[in-house]
């Protein structure tokens, strides 16, 4: 049985439909459902700090108006959701964060924001589907 769904959400349509998903499973199950979103974008070489908060401040704000909307919505079916935004490699830390937390099944969409070759299979589902220690679920 599935006692901890982690559902991971960029914002991308792929991701909202593997989210709506998530939320269906956690009702049906009584399961706990968190949500982890990644922040990839930060600058590489910021030039100056302020330049570096300036874009860590727009991505907590994207990021941090998604998760608003995601309790909204999983308030509708019942369903308590736990947020949590992180800096790093998608793949990575997701993959920490199924390990530190226990999660037994991962909900992915098929695509996220990818380049032309990763729309065929989103490149961070892919890595995920083979380095994580829990079930996947991807859905298209």
């Known amino acids: 049985m599935f006692d901890q769904i982690l559902i991971a959400h960029d914002g991308s349509d792929s991701a909202r439909k593997a989210f709506d998903v998530a939320v269906q499973m956690a009702a049906r199950l009584g399961a706990h459902l968190r949500m982890i979103c990644v922040e990839e974008e930060i600058p590489r070489h910021a030039e100056v700090i302020d330049e570096f908060r300036e874009e860590k401040d727009r ?12 309790r909204a919505r999983a308030a509708i079916d019942s369903v308590d959701l ?8 998608a793949v990575k830390v997701i993959g920490d964060f199924v390990q530190e937390n226990g999660i037994d099944v991962l909900v992915i969409g098929f695509t996220g ?4 070759y990763e729309h065929i299979w989103g490149g961070t589902a892919h890595n995920l589907t083979s380095t994580v220690r829990c079930n996947v679920l991807v859905v298209k």
């Not at 991505?59 to 995601?70: H, I, P, R, T, V």
């Not at 736990?82 to 490699?89: D, S």
């Not at 924001?113 to 032309?116: E, V, W």
């Open 113 to 116: 924001h990818s380049r032309i």
């Open 82 to 89: 736990e947020t949590a935004i992180v800096p790093g490699h």
């Open 59 to 70: 991505a907590d704000s994207y990021f941090g108006q998604l998760a608003e909307q995601c």
